[in-house]
């Protein structure tokens, strides 16, 4: 019986190459990372939150800074893991031999990261929806889950899934294949850019509508795209067909890809038909900054703003 593509031995010129033989990535150094990960996005949090601080000390709009750090903090990470996936993409000549050893360092350093981005998403729900000062209660996780449960998917899957596959299952081999999945990460300044565009009080206009498109574009490329190409680079570099390959690999591969992409193809969804209600508005209408979306975090932070003074 043929062995699964991806557990097959690495052979370069003829010779066999042991796996593990360039990095002792061991579990310790792992777990250092992971809270190097957590404790980095808490003080670019705790920066952020300084910021917009200043910034609203004169009106004292509390909620826009509780909801504007935690999106802060997610374009940071964009940004650097963009910056370590695409010089890789780049000079990688190799498709499963090079190695890097960043790579590894930066997955685990990330997972920290969206263990912290859940509690920095449950602390904006706590502040937004939930004014009545209790931290934690059945009914407010059980709201936050059902507004959240996307965001909670898409993280329990790359924590849980991707990213110990990366760091144990893949015997030091293809790190092209984990620089495409951070790259994923780059259509993040779009989208809360667009989200933020969105929730200021200037009118929507040409830039709005551009910066929307970017944002669908890019996350159609780097969340949707990215996994058949995936798919299709690793069977051309065995030299199988795509069937042939999708049949020889085991089935949580297929079901990890599949619950990766669920959410991402539902956001977009939801992006595509949010920027088609924008665009079918009369024009006076979207001169005066109708907002997109009827129930906004904007109209929620009013309401609580309210309720404090």
């Known amino acids: 019986m043929e062995l699964d593509p991806l557990e097959q031995e690495s052979v370069v010129g003829g010779d ?44 004292r709009k509390r909620v826009n800074m509780f909801v504007y750090t935690v999106r802060f903090v997610r374009i940071v990470h964009a940004v650097m893991a963009t910056g370590v996936a695409i010089p890789i993409m780049l000079i990688t000549t190799e498709f499963l031999k090079q190695r890097f050893l960043i790579l590894d360092m930066f997955v685990a350093i990330s997972g920290g990261y969206l263990t912290f981005d859940v509690f920095g998403k449950y602390n904006e729900h706590l502040q937004v929806y939930e004014p009545s000062g209790c931290l934690v209660s059945y009914r407010i996780v059980r709201r936050f889950v059902k507004r ?5 998917l898409h993280h329990l899957v790359l924590v849980c899934a991707v990213y110990p596959a990366v760091l144990f299952a893949r015997n030091d081999e293809g790190d092209f294949l984990v620089a495409c999945i951070l790259f994923t990460e780059f259509c993040i300044p779009f989208t ?5 565009m969105e929730r200021t009080l200037e009118p929507h206009n040409l830039r709005y509508i551009v910066l929307s498109m970017v944002a669908i574009s890019t996350t159609f490329v780097c969340r949707i795209l990215i996994i058949p190409f995936m798919y299709e680079a690793t069977a051309d570099h065995f030299e199988l067909s795509l069937l042939d390959f999708i049949l020889s690999l085991a089935p949580w ?7 990766y992409l669920v959410p991402n193809c539902v956001w977009l969804a939801q992006n595509v ?11 006076e209408r979207r001169k005066k900054g109708s907002k997109v979306e009827a ?4 109209e929620k932070e009013e309401k609580c703003l309210l309720k404090e003074d």
């Open 16 to 59: 066999v190459v042991e796996p593990h033989v360039h990095r002792n990535f061991s579990l310790p150094g792992i777990l250092l990372h992971y809270v190097i990960g957590f404790i980095g996005s808490v003080v670019i949090y705790l920066l952020s939150y300084d910021i917009h601080w200043n910034y609203y000390k004169r009106d």
């Open 148 to 152: 959240n449960y996307l965001l909670i």
């Open 192 to 196: 809360e850019g667009q989200w933020i």
């Open 253 to 259: 591969w297929h079901l990890t890809a599949v619950a």
């Open 273 to 283: 038909f949010k920027i088609v209600v924008y665009l079918r508005l009369p024009y």
């Open 295 to 298: 129930n906004t975090v904007l």
